[in-house]
């Protein structure tokens, strides 16, 4: 069974820094492209952020690119988000995300973990 | 970047009933098109892909159609678990993979 598991979230002041954990397990985590989604509170889902299986490829949504760095350790099965610079705007779920290479959906999620950017 | 543009925002109607989505692409995106269920306090969950492929475990009561930039998707009768929020989501020109702001099936 694919399990996704998120960590790392919490309060952070503005400007601050957090970094999101991924642990996947259930499949070859190696040979799949990894994602980054999130969702304001209330709000619909946003793309944050995704990488490929070999980890050399990455794309950032404007919202989030010069500040948040995507990466991955296939040795551990782990998914990184590196969040800098935070902003009030960046409180959300976040949640990671499989799917297939090429024109696929999201066929396995996260339960996510909470980003809360306050004073 | 491809918009993604759903209706109506919220879906109200009693359990039994018929519920037709709306998701409207900015552009074509032929059949790259998804449907999430999102109950309060969880995950996205896939219901379809290719616009009219169920995911495994969906109930046939969920039905999508489409192509280009209309589509659709229908629950024949709805359920009392059907009672949440959709999301589309085009897969087709990315990145970003983009959704749509989401409907609110809600209970009438």
């Known amino acids: 069974e694919v399990q996704l598991l998120e960590s790392g979230g919490g309060l952070v002041q503005p400007g601050g820094s957090l970094r999101l954990s991924c642990a996947a397990s259930g499949f070859t985590f190696s040979t799949y492209a990894m994602y980054w989604v999130r969702q304001a509170p209330g709000q619909g889902l946003e793309y944050v952020s995704g990488?490929?299986?070999?980890?050399?490829?990455?794309h950032y949504a404007a919202s989030v690119k010069g500040r948040f760095t995507i990466s991955r350790d296939n040795s551990k099965n782990t998914l990184y988000l590196q969040m800098s610079s935070l902003r009030a705007e960046d409180t959300a779920v976040y949640y990671c995300a499989k799917k297939n290479a090429g024109d696929y959906p999201f066929d396995n999620w996260g339960r996510g973990t909470l980003v809360s950017v306050s004073s | 970047e491809i918009v993604m543009t759903q209706s109506p925002a919220t879906l109200s109607l009693s359990p039994g009933e018929r519920a037709t989505l709306s998701c409207r692409a900015s552009q074509s995106i032929s059949s790259n098109l998804a449907w999430y269920q999102q109950k309060p306090g969880q995950a996205p969950r896939l219901l379809i892909y290719?616009?009219?492929t169920r995911a495994t475990g969906v109930p046939a009561r969920f039905s999508g159609s489409g192509s280009g930039t209309e589509f659709t998707l229908t629950i024949s009768s709805l359920q009392s678990e059907d009672f949440a929020v959709y999301y589309c989501q085009q897969y087709k020109n990315w990145p970003p993979l983009t959704f749509g702001g989401g409907t609110k099936v809600e209970i009438k």
């Open positions: 290719d616009t009219s």
């Open positions: 990488i490929n299986a070999g980890g050399r490829n990455t």
